[in-house]
Each structure stands twice: as structure tokens, then as C-alpha cells.
């Protein structure tokens, strides 16, 4: 709904009390022209040929990915001491599956009592609340009454691909002005994030430069092909050029349980990992053959990670007795079923390797 701070960090979320959805792009010639070496003089005709050959790709990419997003009109409630007094927000999502799934952030929806998606077309559509996640800040929808509908669903990439300065390319209603597109570049991954509710922080988030406004928020950050890499949340109201999105990968697996179950339960170790290079020293040194860990970023005390010795700085190798080298295999090894069971966890600390014994709980 409205704009918030985010606790402890001071981000704001990039939702809308008056608009919706924004957009963000930006990028690097490479993404758009594969292959094509630069060279340091760039003459003037073929600068020209560049930034002609970048905004056809955009425009293509704005001309396919458009038709799926939507602006999302919230009608919502908040208690006072006053009474109950109702407000009006707005923000943007995209259809998921032709038959009228759509993703958005949990931040745009959680007070609703009213819901109304509205595509480029102009219909207005109703629709309700399948599931939300607050841990990650995101949501699935589905339009009432119109399940037999095919609806313009878009594209899914893959975010473990990502790289830094890649195009980025956001599409959304900010301020209540349809169909806005900025573009920008990746400038970041793996970066943690307190969700809006202030009790998890989500990880592997992907950091852009493709300008995010109140609105935005819910609506996709897409590469050069077209393909959503990434759901766009947040904003750093202390400067420009700083806004994230929650990785595609995160909000596919998050979507689908939505949709089958109507909640997301998982296994939760009460720690914040990034993906980092294990020292090649620390390799010859305990013979591993594995080139990446997951260290540890934050630990939340009282949780299974912080009562067994786990310490921010660690580099976890093993959860589980399984390797993990990216923020997806942890999250396939912290499934529901791993709840209260133990599990031995392998990390580094210091050029030594240390062991610990953890039992998951559950998220809530």
C-alpha cells in the first residue's frame, strides 16, 4: 500500500497511496548486441549504431512485457483510536499463468478488503488474495470469475544467471501514470534486506539502478529478452539509483506453494547468508574441492543457529550433509519436512572447519 520504512535499514517500500506500479531499465551494450567487441574510441557512427540497437531492445522488451502488468487499486481499512477509517492505495503486479494468477508484494495487499487489477486495456477486474508471504514480501492474486480467460502471462527467467551490469528494465504505474518503464543495469546481487514486517530478512535480493517510484512496487524487473528476473520492492529514500527486487527464482518457488497450498511453510535456522569465494588457502588447506559458500550475514539470537555456536562471518560448506554454494540450496534443503529434525551443519571460521548440530523450526 502506502510508502514504508523498512526497519533497522530505513528502506522504503515502493508502493503507492495514490498510484501504481513504475518501472525501471537501463543496461549495458553487450546484454543488447552479444558478442560485439567495443573498442576504447567508440567513433561517432557507431555510438549512434549502439544506442539505436539498445533502444530497440528496450522498446521490443516494453512492447512484449507490457500487456502483463497491471495496476493494482487496494481499498483498505486501519484501527485507530478513533475508529476504523478507510484508505485508498495502489500498486503493480503481473499475470503469472494465463488463467489469471498474479504476483505482487505482500506489502501492496496486506490490509485490503478490496481488490482491482487493471491492464493496459483499461478493464477493470477484480480480484482476490490466493496466499501471501510476508517473509518475502510477496503475494499471489487471482481475477474472480474469469477462470476460463486467457490472459497475457509473461516470461520467467532465471536469476542464479544474473550478472552484474546487465540490463535491468522496470515496468510499472507509478503516481497512478500507466505503463512507466525506466531501465538501468544490475548493480548488485545477494544483497539482504528486512522484509517490511520487520521479522526476517530476505535474502539474495537483487540491487538495480532502474529508477523505482511509489507504486512500483510488485511489478517486474525483466532482462533484455523480455524475461522477469526479479519482482521490484523497494527503494532507498536516501538516494538515487539504489532499488531492489526480490529474485525471480525466490518468487516462483514462493508462488507455487501459494497457489497449492494457500501458505509457505518452511524450516527456518534464524541466519542470512550471501554466496562468497571460499579462500583458495582455506581449500589447499582442509582439501576442499568446493569454490563457493554461503556466509553468514546475520544471525538472529534465540534461533537454532544462534543457540548451536553459528556466528556471523562463518562460511557455511554443508547443511544437511548436502553442499551449498547458492541461496537455492539452502532453501531446497529448508523445507517443511526439515522442521525439528537434526541436521549437521559444516562451515568455516577462521581457516578451520567447525561442526554443528541444528534443528530447524518452523518459520511461521
Given at each position: 500500500m502506502g510508502p514504508a520504512a523498512w526497519p533497522e535499514e530505513g528502506w522504503t517500500v515502493a508502493g503507492d497511496v495514490s498510484g501504481t506500479g513504475s518501472v525501471g531499465s537501463g543496461g549495458v551494450v553487450g546484454d543488447v548486441l552479444p558478442g560485439r567487441q567495443v573498442p576504447g574510441d567508440i567513433r561517432a557512427d557507431d555510438e549512434e549504431a549502439l544506442?539505436?540497437?539498445?533502444?530497440?531492445?528496450?522498446?521490443?522488451?516494453?512492447?512484449?512485457?507490457?500487456?502483463?502488468?497491471?495496476?493494482?487499486?487496494?481499498?483498505?481499512?486501519?484501527?485507530?483510536?478513533?475508529?476504523?477509517?478507510?484508505?485508498?492505495?495502489?500498486?503493480?503486479?503481473?499475470?503469472?499463468?494465463?488463467?489469471?494468477?498474479?504476483l505482487t508484494n505482500n506489502h501492496v495487499v496486506?490490509?485490503?478488503?478490496?481488490?482491482?487489477?487493471?491492464?493496459?486495456?483499461?478493464?477493470?477486474?477484480?480480484?482476490?488474495?490466493?496466499?501471501t508471504d510476508p517473509a518475502t514480501d510477496l503475494a499471489v492474486l487471482r481475477v474472480k470469475g474469469h477462470y476460463a480467460a486467457q490472459f497475457p502471462a509473461t516470461a520467467l527467467?532465471?536469476?542464479?544467471?544474473?550478472?552484474?551490469?546487465?540490463?535491468?528494465?522496470?515496468?510499472?504505474?507509478?503516481?497512478?501514470?500507466?505503463?512507466?518503464?525506466?531501465?538501468?543495469?544490475?548493480?548488485?546481487?545477494?544483497?539482504?534486506?528486512?522484509?517490511?514486517?520487520?521479522?526476517?530478512?530476505?535474502?539474495?535480493?537483487?540491487?538495480?539502478?532502474?529508477?523505482?517510484?511509489?507504486?512500483?512496487s510488485g511489478g517486474p524487473l525483466v532482462d533484455s529478452r523480455g524475461r522477469v528476473i526479479g519482482v521490484n520492492t523497494a527503494i532507498h529514500p536516501g538516494a538515487q539509483g539504489i532499488c531492489f527486487a526480490i529474485p525471480i527464482n525466490t518468487a516462483r518457488w514462493v508462488a507455487g506453494?501459494?497457489?497449492?497450498?494457500?501458505?509457505?511453510?518452511?524450516?527456518?535456522?534464524?541466519?542470512?547468508?550471501q554466496a562468497r569465494s571460499i579462500p583458495a588457502a582455506w581449500r589447499q588447506l582442509l582439501d576442499l574441492e568446493q569454490p563457493v559458500g554461503l556466509e553468514v550475514v546475520h544471525v538472529e539470537p534465540g534461533k537454532p543457529a544462534a543457540l548451536a555456536g553459528v556466528r556471523t562471518g562463518d562460511l557455511l560448506v554443508k547443511v544437511g550433509n548436502r553442499s551449498v554454494q547458492k541461496h537455492a540450496d539452502l532453501q531446497a534443503i529448508l523445507q517443511a519436512p526439515a522442521i525439528g529434525q537434526l541436521f549437521p551443519v559444516v562451515a568455516l571460521r577462521g581457516g578451520q572447519r567447525k561442526t554443528f548440530t541444528l534443528v530447524p523450526v518452523d518459520a511461521g
Open positions: 544506442l539505436d540497437a539498445y533502444s530497440r531492445a528496450v522498446s521490443g522488451v516494453v512492447t512484449r512485457v507490457s500487456p502483463s502488468v497491471v495496476n493494482i487499486s487496494v481499498l483498505g481499512e486501519v484501527r485507530t483510536r478513533r475508529g476504523p477509517f478507510e484508505v485508498r492505495g495502489a500498486g503493480s503486479g503481473f499475470f503469472l499463468t494465463p488463467d489469471g494468477y498474479l496486506e490490509r485490503a478488503r478490496q481488490l482491482e487489477a487493471v491492464p493496459p486495456d483499461g478493464r477493470s477486474l477484480e480480484v482476490e488474495v490466493v496466499g527467467g532465471d536469476s542464479e544467471r544474473l550478472r552484474v551490469g546487465q540490463v535491468a528494465i522496470a515496468i510499472g504505474n507509478p503516481h497512478g501514470l500507466q505503463t512507466t518503464v525506466t531501465a538501468g543495469v544490475i548493480s548488485a546481487l545477494g544483497r539482504t534486506l528486512p522484509a517490511p514486517n520487520g521479522k526476517r530478512l530476505i535474502e539474495n535480493v537483487v540491487q538495480t539502478d532502474a529508477a523505482l517510484n511509489p507504486g512500483n506453494l501459494l497457489i497449492r497450498e494457500g501458505r509457505v511453510r518452511r524450516a527456518y535456522l534464524g541466519i542470512a547468508t
